[in-house]
């Protein structure tokens, strides 16, 4: 498997994306976030995607170029509509809205519709703690991405609905959350088929309910589904994604999800909220970073050598792949290179 | 065990409050509270509690009659100061300032501090969804309810910081969730206790991070703990503990959950987001009713005869409950009628 430079990756998703119509401005929004998945240790979501959104340029799923607008809005509000423009670049303007609103009302709440997928939930809400604010994000996918069954049922009922949040600190890394309600995202499971791994017992339940470690269950088998994370109290995750679907999709035209949806994509909350309206930033940041020496300072479990805090891991990974590179799977390398030869991007 | 209907527990309880110095009304706030917890099947936060803030005011921690103030404000914010009156009441208040905001400004944050211990938070979203809104709360301990152990270390360093939302429907009852953030909550593990009980596996960490289902492991030793929800996954209910813990606390003078503060109680984030902002109010239960239909339709998992929405499952033990009434634990009904004895109160 070819090792890659952050660098090296992003030119060449940018170039790809631009020979296919996109601006230059869109083609980096996109990319950049798919390649800091990569750097976060957050494979599923990283440049294993560029072909994904490639073939939804060319099949006219994603339009280059779409223009983002403001359906209704009030102070501290907006309902985005993307046009089916490139997910990733709804899902910024989004966040940017919320971020100005709560510039001036203290709060800023956004939901989207016709959006497509944004990807890495993860990736948007430390562009509010930047800016001195809490950051917080749900989606949905509003018909697609059904992969998941509620506590209590068999099928692909929910999407594995995912909630971000991220927080400023004084320590070198924002707090910062990206929560699936599945035990485990698809694309962890399809990674593991690609792999030719089995998958841990309780990720998947099979089309009668029972249990399997085999991913092809999922991946092959429509009726394979992805079970809420929780374990024995998986109404837990099944709750979560839930009202996660709601906060999502009931607050926009796109709506929850559902069987048989016409059009699809992902519905977003998207949240920023001003501290300075609560109390000065340096305390606040002061605050968080004594809670996370707190939460640190616990002796670890067996088969530990530390306690982490949400965004710590992916900080550090960060660090480490900006310097070693970043591994790209074989069989995604190749649909890479075979499409940059394709539209004449050097690789 | 005794069975006392919703009716008596509330008199009886109102009666010992006003007994103990609180106005007709914040008895009455308390203790509707304490009862719905009982009548939604939350017996852990229920009645069982009374006796707890009963001694709160005779020792001083609680302190009837107090004002609740705006300590500072914006259209759509505002931090609380309760006074170290009954917590109930604190969060009752502050739900009221964010309805109230959200009905101006679209939507209302509001943090409290000098908040006694609130309850069940799963009483308190609803107050929003009851006026076409979203209800949204957190809490943390602030120092206290130091009881759950982080993912991957040993010992009591979190609260199993609570998650609560509602959603108007146009069902006959509200999507609420409210989730503890541990697998269960030390109330339940103490009734296990109570009752002689054991507890399944994974629910408590002994002193060395080792499995057990003793409650007496958590109830009568320190260095046991709760589990965060999870299982091989825990590392999620334990993100989303710590996420809750700067939500609730680092936005208000409370601040974050940490070891040996002097004063502690609940710190409290209340949200309610308007959603005629959004769409028409009607539009949104008649989407959100449509996504209830569409989770029941999955085929039940074996040992399920249905599959159940967040807040469906209380909304029918209450109606169960307001006919059959609410059984007591014997310990917990023989300390009740021993201080309405002391007080003076029919029994």
Not at 82 to 94: C, D, I, L, R, S
Not at 96 to 113: H, M, P
Not at 121 to 126: E, K, T, V
Not at 227 to 250: E, M, N, Q, R, Y
Request: with cysteine; hydrophobic share 40%.
């Amino acid at each position: 498997m070819p090792i890659l430079s952050a660098e090296e990756l992003r030119r060449i998703g940018q170039e790809l994306y631009q020979r296919l119509g996109a601006s230059p401005e869109e083609a980096t929004t996109v990319v950049d976030l798919l390649v800091e998945s990569n750097l976060a240790g957050h494979d599923s979501h990283g440049v294993r995607r560029l072909l994904q959104y490639v073939a939804g340029i060319r099949s006219g799923k994603i339009v280059p170029k779409a223009k983002v607008e403001i359906e209704m809005e009030t102070a501290a509000t907006a309902v985005l509509k993307g046009n089916w423009g490139f997910g990733h670049v709804t899902a910024v303007e989004a966040m940017k809205t919320a971020i100005q609103k709560a510039k001036e009302a203290s709060i800023g709440i956004v939901t989207v519709y016709q959006c497509n997928h944004v990807g890495r939930l993860g990736g948007y809400p430390p562009m509010a703690a930047c800016q001195g604010m809490v950051g917080i994000m749900s989606n949905n996918g509003h018909g697609s991405d059904l992969s998941m069954s509620p506590w209590g049922g068999v099928g692909r009922i929910l999407p594995a609905n995912c909630l971000a949040m991220a927080f400023p600190s004084d320590h070198e890394f924002p707090v910062a959350l990206d929560l699936t309600t599945a035990v485990a995202a698809g694309g962890k499971v399809r990674l593991a088929l690609e792999r030719g791994e089995q998958i841990p017992e309780g990720w998947l339940s099979d089309a009668e309910g029972g249990s399997t470690t085999d991913p092809a269950v999922y991946v092959t088998d429509p009726r394979g589904s992805l079970l809420p994370f929780g374990g024995t109290v998986g109404h837990k995750g099944s709750g979560l994604a839930v009202v996660l679907d709601i906060l999502s999709g009931a607050l926009s035209p796109a709506g929850c999800s559902r069987m048989n949806a016409e059009v699809t994509g992902n519905a977003l909350f998207v949240q920023a909220i001003q501290i300075e309206s609560f109390k000065p930033l340096e305390e606040f940041k002061a605050e968080v970073g004594q809670f996370i020496n707190h939460v640190k300072s616990a002796a670890p479990a067996p088969g530990f050598d530390e306690v982490m805090v949400p965004g710590e891991r992916s900080y550090r990974t960060r660090k480490h792949r900006l310097e070693e590179g970043i591994l790209v799977e074989d069989a995604t390398w190749e649909q890479i290179c075979a499409a940059a030869r394709d539209l004449g991007v050097k690789v």
